[in-house]
């Protein structure tokens, strides 16, 4: 099942639709990193292509250690952009280029608005454990950066169980979109 669900979002990622995955995400680190590869090949100057939430910082340094052998092999640079860390220095780091930010809705929305980095290169837009967050209260800041987002493709991952807090979320937020299911 896994598999095939793989497969069947690489397939319509890569036909320029968005997905929305009901999945424990946790298991699908590799998916993630295919994805991005596919749509970040090669490095280049300049803003951002990529821009991948998550619900927690513990999780979001966990994918960023995961995604960088694969980064430093293809010479792309992430950036994490994270609630513990220092502001400034993050703010720094996007001036200087990167290719994906990794980061927590808060903070990537504060350095977004303090002009720290460009969207207008941006190929993709993955929001991981959106029920999580949503809890959270950080509902605004996916929105806000969401609503700021040229055209590009979407990710959302949800979380497996009758929760339905993002419901009616996803027309303002995706389209033309696919949904896929683990269950």
């Given at each position: ?11 319509s990622f890569k036909s320029g639709k968005s997905l929305v ?102 190929k993709f837009f993955m929001v991981i454990d959106i029920n ?52």
């Amino acid at each position: 099942m896994k598999q095939e669900l793989e497969i069947e979002a690489r397939k319509s990622f890569k036909s320029g639709k968005s997905l929305v995955l009901k999945a424990d995400f946790s298991n699908y680190f590799e998916l993630l990193q295919q994805l991005i590869i596919d749509e970040i090949p090669e490095p280049r100057e300049g803003s951002p292509r990529g821009i991948i939430l998550f619900s927690e910082d513990q999780i979001a340094r966990d994918f960023g250690d995961y995604i960088e052998p694969a980064f430093k092999k293809h010479d792309l640079t992430s950036d994490l952009i994270i609630e513990k860390g220092q502001r400034i220095r993050q703010r720094n780091d996007l001036y200087f280029g990167t290719e994906l930010i990794i980061g927590t809705p808060k903070r990537v929305c504060e350095l977004y608005y303090q002009n720290g980095f460009n969207i207008g290169e941006l190929k993709f837009f993955m929001v991981i454990d959106i029920n999580t967050i949503f809890k959270k209260g950080l509902r605004g800041y996916v929105s806000r950066i969401s609503e700021s987002l040229p055209k590009c493709k979407k990710v959302v991952f949800e979380s497996i169980g009758k929760e339905d807090v993002v419901k009616g979320y996803y027309s303002e937020f995706i389209y033309p979109l696919k949904r896929l299911s683990e269950e």
